[in-house]
């Protein structure tokens, strides 16, 4: 009467099937409820709008001055290149808009995820049907993030103007959305991590922005005084101090997205570029063909565009890459937290839920330790 | 033959560090009761439930659904239920249909055979013409009739409906009742708690009253309160002017099991009522009734005092009644 009413049966294909549905179901509500009205459309369009303005004011800003200098000594472009000029400079600018936009607004989706549903008390009657936590924090995300990459791949025809100045390739974008899509990933996954973390929404948001202000600012930070520090002249002391990590530019999406605009330059760091890569030290240009600009080092430069097809994720023969070490270090951070936030959401008395198959009793360790967990958890409701 | 439990619980304990919330409970209620558990706040009937929810584990104990243990195979026992908790949310932002097209997915119910589902359910609790609706339009006595809606998604066999009648006004308790009382007649087994007893009292198959942690007393509201009225509250009328009165006062006062007679009106034409508490049973009663008119007094009224179901309640768990109240 009862179980024969589901479709669900037993077995590991079933039990994948049953999963994706489990993610499609909480998808399906969530777009219901937030797609729901004029807000999203209202939302995308001013987005869409405001990326249109900051293209045409690059346009506007640029032209004249690129067109003025071309071929002039010492300028660096020539007559050729000033429309691929203009091109670069508009991609430069919309990328780290975009990247900076992705880093505030993933959080803002994510971070009342789970929360909410905590303090709306709905979360008792999700996690009392037969899903698993696993399927509805996963649902959470998807559904989360499925707005901000509207927004991210909404963007691409207006990048792709730059296709008509030159300058950027097809690859380019490719690479741009790449990262993007990567970091707003990771970033959501950050903002769900603190939902399910703090009890209040408020508190998720401060911490999920936190985060996101320790993985800009923070490492940024943090790598260039310790740079400053380990090349300062050492005086008396003993052996050189270590070197940054290099690692810490790889939670920097800022530096995955200036490899990417740094490899379509032209004329080096010498525009808003340059105090950035200056931040992270030079050796950081080394991405992109090795074109000669100066001791920074630069992109691509003159040379002719690669096909975009085979460049896409396959670092350049003659330099090295920081984007897919940020894009995969934001995928595994997103990962890693997604698997924590599925523990969070579970509460003490129904770690069973966790298992993968089906416990026949709930083993020693698990009683003896719920009275402890439960009892933090019930002071707190 | 004797029929599986639907809800079985074994010595159910449920400790919190060096709290009792649970201390051994043992329930067992048939297929198609209405089962009802009764006590304070704080009693242990939330924790009783959400163990049978399969949302907490028991310190100690066995608890079986439909016969399955509940640590064994939750699961399979969140398919045989359908939980409602005494605090929960609705999605405000989703219409009446939306709401119950999401758990009948998050229960895994076939999408062709959704709408009508949730027709049938909607008609059942009695909002078939808000089904469009959103679901933040809905009173309060709605929302509660929705989340019951929401719990019958999946066709169980068990319903735990944690206060399903709190906070609604008396209009939308007799209607939840009425639903209730449907729900049984398709064949439901329902546990149902309360704080309050007379709320339950008219349509439990069975109660449990808890206090505590502890089981009181079990059984039929009918056992509970024959256990109960070991002194039973007689009411007699005798006719007759003062005198009379005062004779059949002192004659029941003399007679064996009747404690302290109370004359209970002061009308002046009429027959006066006395109230007594006699510790004897049906047979005794009618005894002393014949006792009385044989020895002349003139009984124009003889029977049981009604006591509220809430005295008995309060008789059993021993608290005054504003802290049950509150």
Redesign the interface.
């Known amino acids: 009467?009862?179980?024969t009413?589901?479709?669900?049966g037993s077995g590991r294909r079933s039990a994948v099937r049953?999963f994706g549905?489990?993610v499609?179901?909480i998808m399906?509500?969530e777009l219901?409820?937030r797609m729901?009205g004029r807000r999203a459309f209202i939302i995308l369009t001013a987005y869409l709008g405001v990326l249109a303005l900051i293209t045409y004011g690059v346009y506007v800003t640029v032209a004249p001055f690129v067109l003025e200098n071309a071929g002039q000594v010492g300028q660096g472009t020539s007559q050729a290149n000033a429309s691929r000029s203009i091109g670069q400079w508009i991609f430069s600018v919309l990328s780290i808009f975009q990247i900076i936009l992705v880093s505030m607004m993933a959080p803002a989706f994510t971070a009342g995820q789970i929360s909410l549903e905590r303090e709306?008390?709905?979360l008792?009657?999700?996690?009392?049907?037969?899903?698993r936590p696993g399927a509805i924090v996963i649902g959470k995300l998807v559904t989360a993030l499925a707005f901000v990459v509207l927004m991210v791949v909404a963007a691409i025809p207006i990048t792709a103007i730059v296709l008509m100045y030159g300058g950027a390739s097809v690859g380019d974008i490719v690479r741009q959305q790449i990262l993007l899509l990567s970091v707003a990933i990771g970033f959501g996954a950050i903002g769900l991590f603190a939902s399910a973390l703090m009890r209040r929404t408020q508190a998720a948001t401060v911490v999920a922005y936190g985060a996101v202000l320790a993985l800009t600012l923070g490492t940024a930070m943090t790598y260039t005084f310790w740079t400053e520090l380990a090349t300062r002249d050492q005086g008396f002391v003993i052996g050189a101090r270590p070197a940054a990590p290099e690692q810490l530019r790889w939670v920097n999406p800022m530096i995955g997205m200036l490899d990417i605009v740094a490899g379509v330059e032209i004329d080096g760091p010498t525009r808003f570029t340059a105090p950035l890569y200056q931040l992270f030290g030079e050796d950081l240009a080394v991405s992109g063909a090795g074109f000669d600009c100066g001791n920074f080092g630069c992109g691509r430069g003159l040379e002719p565009v690669p096909d975009p097809a085979l460049d896409v994720l396959l670092p350049s023969p003659t330099g090295d890459h920081w984007w897919p070490r940020v894009a995969l270090t934001f995928l595994a951070i997103a990962g890693v937290l997604t698997i924590a936030s599925m523990r969070l959401v579970v509460?003490p008395?129904?770690?069973?839920?966790l298992r993968r198959r089906?416990?026949?009793?709930?083993d020693a360790a698990?009683?003896e330790a719920?009275?402890?967990i439960?009892?933090l958890g019930?002071a707190e409701r | 033959m004797m029929s599986v439990p639907v809800v079985e619980t074994r010595g159910l304990v449920k400790r919190y560090g060096d709290q009792v919330a649970v201390a051994g409970v043992d329930l067992r209620v048939g297929p198609g009761e209405i089962y009802g558990l009764v006590g304070p706040n704080g009693a242990g009937k939330t924790t009783t439930m959400r163990i049978l929810a399969t949302l907490l584990a028991p310190t100690a104990g066995e608890a079986f659904v439909a016969g399955i243990p509940i640590d064994a195979d939750p699961i399979e026992v969140r398919r045989r239920i359908g939980y409602m908790p005494d605090f929960y949310g609705v999605y405000d932002d989703l219409r009446v249909w939306e709401y119950l097209d999401f758990f009948g997915r998050c229960y895994g119910v076939p999408a062709n055979r959704r709408p009508t589902m949730i027709g049938e359910l909607l008609e059942i609790v009695g909002l078939g013409e808000k089904r469009d609706a959103y679901v933040e339009s809905l009173s309060r006595g709605m929302r509660q009739r929705l989340c019951l809606a929401h719990t019958l998604v999946h066709d169980p066999v068990l319903l735990i409906l944690d206060e399903p009648a709190s906070g609604l006004d008396p209009r939308a308790r007799v209607e939840m009742r009425e639903i209730l009382r449907e729900l049984r007649s398709m064949g439901k087994t329902i546990l149902v708690s309360s704080h309050i007893l007379p709320e339950l009292g008219e349509m439990c198959t069975g109660v449990a009253i808890i206090d505590r942690g502890e089981v009181l007393r079990a059984g039929t509201i009918d056992e509970i309160e024959r256990s109960l009225r070991a002194a039973a509250l007689i009411q007699v009328e005798i006719l007759g002017g003062e005198e009379a009165v005062a004779a059949a006062t002192t004659w029941l006062a003399g007679h064996d099991g009747v404690g302290e007679v109370i004359r209970i009106d002061e009308a002046v034409d009429g027959p006066a009522r006395l109230e007594l508490p006699f510790g004897g049973d049906d047979e005794a009663q009618a005894d002393l009734l014949r006792a009385m008119v044989e020895a002349g007094h003139r009984v124009a009224g003889f029977g049981q005092a009604t006591t509220d179901l809430e005295e008995i309640f309060l008789r059993v768990t021993g608290q005054p009644r504003d802290e049950v109240e509150a």
């Open positions: 009467m009862s179980a009413g589901t479709t669900f049953e549905s489990a499609l179901t399906t509500k219901r409820s729901r709306k008390q709905t008792d009657l999700l996690i009392s049907t037969p899903m509460p008395g129904m770690r069973w839920a089906r416990p026949a009793r709930f698990t009683v719920a009275p402890l439960e009892e019930e």
